[in-house]
């Protein structure tokens, strides 16, 4: 048994990076008071960047990382002009952003599909990797995974005990007291909002340049969405996102150990398991509607015009 289990917790830990930045960008972005649901569009646009990126430099991920997050910063600038600016529907936009996304990456990586990337190969961390069970678990992996843990413990520090977190929070909760008091709003949500677009595109160009170093259409294969759906489960708590991103992690890298472990069951249920993890958890969550009032901001959604 636990020779399945190292590597399925091992994979785990690689497979909830996507989520732990695009849900940590998502969890940021609505705490400002902003609800951006394209995230899935941002990640895809974010992944073709960086993989292109990667391709024509021969960088790989050095170039990659920052590539998709430039990529994903601006796509989710589109839709803060539209909802902050414009004071469009922040739902009807962020759906049309993913849209687009998929679409445009879709467009774009039609001439990368015969390309593949060398990968990045686990960072092997001396003394620590030799460890029996934890080694292969924790200290083998690439470093990207250490800069979620990284990303992770700077965003739950800011929001907890700096300035700057504060300010996100009065702009979510009440963005006409937040602007009487002299805080600028747009500006505040505008830089929340591109963090999060930033952060997504982090996550698509972890897929396509360090994941899984090819170009396939679509790769983000419903990542997105599970992180918008990760925040509202983390009741917009980073520690409760990092612990249910490695979760659904768990549960994806599953599906692909499931015939060693001898679970008989159709390879179609065991590739929907994640997404209907999401339905669960989701509908749990929701029925304690004490919990979600008392952590959602308040302003999620509003559109605000000093």
């Known amino acids: 048994m636990l020779e399945h289990l190292v590597p399925i917790l091992a994979g785990a830990l690689a497979a909830a990076t996507p989520l732990i930045f695009a849900g940590l960008g998502e969890l940021v972005t ?38 998709g997050a430039l990529a994903g910063m601006l796509t989710a600038l589109i839709f803060a002009f539209f909802t902050l600016s414009l004071a469009a529907n922040q739902a009807a936009c962020g759906l049309a952003l993913t849209i687009f996304g998929v679409g445009l990456s879709a467009f774009i990586g039609q001439h ?15 003394l620590l990797a030799d460890i029996p069970v934890l080694g292969p678990i924790f200290f083998r992996q690439n470093a990207v995974v250490y800069l979620s843990l990284l990303a992770f413990a700077i965003v739950a520090w800011v929001l907890a005990k700096s300035k700057l977190g504060l300010m996100l929070k009065a702009v979510g909760e009440s963005p006409e007291s937040a602007h009487a008091i002299g805080y600028p709003v747009l500006a505040i949500r505008y830089g929340a909002v591109a963090f999060g677009g930033a952060m997504a595109g982090i996550a698509g160009a972890y897929l396509s340049t360090v994941y899984t170093p090819l170009w396939v259409q679509n790769m983000s294969a419903g990542r997105g969405w599970i992180s918008v759906a990760l925040v ?3 009741t917009w708590k980073p520690t409760r996102l990092l612990l249910g991103a490695y979760l659904f992690g768990g549960i ?23 997404y209907v993890a999401t339905v669960i958890v989701l509908v749990a969550i929701s029925r304690d509607k004490r919990l979600l009032q008392l952590n959602l901001p308040a302003s999620l959604g509003k559109s605000f015009l000093p």
């Open 30 to 67: 609505e705490r400002s008071g902003v609800m951006n649901l394209g995230v899935e569009g941002m990640m895809s646009v974010g992944a073709i960047a960086a993989f292109a990126a990667a391709s024509h430099s021969g960088h790989g991920a050095t170039l990659g990382l920052p590539a």
């Open 112 to 126: 990368y599909v015969s390309y593949s990337l060398p990968g990045l190969a686990g960072l092997n961390l001396p």
């Open 232 to 234: 509202v489960f983390a």
């Open 252 to 274: 994806t890298i599953l599906q692909f150990h499931a015939q060693g472990l001898g679970i008989a069951v159709p390879v179609q249920v065991l590739a929907a398991l994640p």
